[in-house]
C-alpha cells in the first residue's frame, strides 16, 4: 500500500458494492428521490464493471443490480409525480458531476495528460485538465468566471504501508489538510463563452 487514497477503480468488487450500497442508503434517508437516483447511478456503474469481468466479480455486481432493482420499485411510489419526470436527466447529471468530481481529484484511470482536451461523449462536455490541479470545461455552465473546489482530507505520516492493519494505526495521526481545484470555462474556446445556463 502506498499513502495515496484507494482509488476507486482499484478496489474490489465485494467493497465497492459496500460503499455504494452505504451510500445508497444515506441518500435514500434523505429522500426518496435521491436515493432513486443514487441507486439508478451506482447500479448503471455495476452494469458497465461486469462486463468481462471474472465469475466471481459478475456474481457480486449482477446480486447488487437485482438488490438495486429491488429497492427502486420500493422508492418508486414513494416519489412526488411532480419529481417522475425529471429522473433521467437528473441521472445524467449526476454522472457528470461524479466523473467531474473524478477528474478533480485526478483519478488516475480516466484523468487526460495535463493540457489535453478530452470530451465527455454522455454529456457533450469537453473537459482539460490544467497544472496547478485546476479543471477547465467547456460549454461552461456557470455564470461564475471561476468556481474554487475545497476537498477535505488527510496526510498520512509515513511513505508506505505493509497491510490494512498499519494503515489503520496511521490513520489517527494523520493530519488534517483541504485539497483545492479551480473549476474554469476553457480558455480560447468559444463554445466556453456562449453556454450560460
Known amino acids: ?17 459496500e460503499i455504494w450500497s452505504e451510500g445508497i442508503d444515506s441518500c435514500a434517508s434523505f429522500h426518496p428521490f435521491s436515493g432513486y437516483l443514487v441507486s439508478i447511478h ?30 427502486q420499485k ?10 417522475k419526470g425529471a429522473i433521467e436527466n437528473s441521472v445524467s447529471l449526476l454522472r457528470v458531476c461524479d466523473t467531474l468530481s473524478l477528474l478533480a481529484c485526478r483519478a ?9 482536451i478530452h470530451p465527455l461523449r454522455q454529456s457533450g462536455l469537453k473537459v482539460k485538465t490544467a497544472k ?25 505520516p509515513g511513505e ?23 473549476l474554469r470555462p476553457i480558455i480560447g474556446d468559444a463554445q466556453s463563452q456562449d453556454a450560460q445556463y
Request: negative net charge.
Open 1 to 17: 500500500m502506498t499513502k495515496l487514497p484507494y482509488s476507486f477503480f482499484g478496489i474490489t468488487a465485494d467493497k465497492a458494492v
Open 42 to 71: 451506482f447500479s448503471s456503474l455495476a452494469e458497465g464493471g461486469r462486463r468481462g469481468s471474472p465469475g466471481e466479480v459478475s456474481r457480486v455486481l449482477n446480486g447488487f443490480i437485482r438488490t438495486e432493482s429491488k429497492r
Open 74 to 83: 420500493m422508492l418508486d411510489p414513494l416519489i412526488e409525480a411532480g419529481h
Open 108 to 116: 488516475p484511470e480516466i484523468t487526460p495528460p495535463d493540457d489535453a
Open 132 to 156: 496547478m490541479d485546476d479543471l477547465e470545461i467547456s460549454p461552461w455552465p456557470f455564470s461564475e468566471d471561476s468556481i474554487k473546489l475545497r476537498m477535505p482530507g488527510l496526510v498520512l
Open 160 to 182: 508506505y504501508f505493509e497491510n490494512e492493519k498499519e494503515l489503520a494505526e496511521a490513520v489517527p495521526l494523520a493530519e488534517p489538510i483541504v485539497f483545492s481545484s479551480v
